[in-house]
């Protein structure tokens, strides 16, 4: 299954600010995933990117606060934008499997504090 | 968006117990996968189920998919110290979304 490099691990951020968050995939893949997991909570699909189009967003996500960028079949980065303590969260990229396996490799995750 | 229920939240058991949760589904799934997320750590796939009905083991876990393909169930047999995580299952669109369930907590006292 791909392996996906995503980075920062953790970040402590101030209101008001941005922060970008990157994944790298070993193999090319058509789409990648954005998650965001709120404390304790399950994962929520954030968006959808595929290269060359723009990302589709799932209700109640939008790209002025979210945008994503693909610029390539492994390579997404999510920026998360104007920041507020409530977007404290983790936040994963995600890509589906091989066709033999059809589970999802997630990265590591980003996990975000706002201050 | 979908909307897919698990229960329990939370399940404590005693190293050696079996422990089961439920995934319940208010629509009809093509596909139901099962996701284990270790404290601090991201999902991993265990395992995907398709048919109606249709039920895989993996050592000491049972996956089941309902026959009328809306709940699912995680069976895990004499649970070790090593399974404690959470627990999520998930289903995959047409679009090749994948949507979560809210997840069991899974705690093992030695």
Redesign the interface.
């Known amino acids: 299954s791909a392996v996906i490099s995503q980075k920062p691990s953790r970040d402590i951020c101030q209101r008001g600010t941005s922060l970008t968050i990157q994944c790298q995939v070993d193999s090319q893949v058509t789409m990648m995933f954005w998650y965001r997991q709120q404390p304790g909570q399950s994962l929520t699909l954030i968006a959808t990117a595929n290269q060359g189009s723009e990302a589709t967003y799932e209700s109640g996500f939008v790209i002025d606060k979210f945008p994503i960028s693909r610029p390539n079949l492994t390579f997404s980065t999510l920026t998360v934008s104007n920041m507020s303590p409530e977007d404290s969260s983790i936040y994963l990229c995600s890509v589906l499997g091989h066709l033999s396996n059809y589970g999802y490799t997630f990265g590591s995750g980003t996990r975000l504090t706002v201050v | 968006?979908q909307q897919v229920m698990q229960i329990p939240q939370y399940q404590h058991v005693q190293e050696g117990e079996d422990f089961t949760t439920y995934c319940n589904s208010s629509t009809t799934l093509s596909?139901i996968?099962w996701?284990k997320q270790r404290p601090g750590?991201?999902?991993?796939?265990?395992?995907?189920l398709v048919k109606s009905g249709e039920v895989k083991k993996q050592k000491r876990l049972t996956f089941q998919f309902g026959e009328a393909k809306k709940n699912s169930s995680l069976h895990i047999t004499a649970t070790q110290t090593t399974d404690v995580g959470t627990y999520?299952c998930a289903s995959?669109t047409g679009?090749?979304?994948?949507?979560?369930?809210?997840?069991t907590r899974l705690t093992v006292i030695p």
Do not use: D
């Open positions: 968006g596909n996968q996701y750590g991201h999902p991993v796939f265990l395992i995907q999520f995959r679009a090749n979304n994948l949507f979560f369930g809210t997840g």
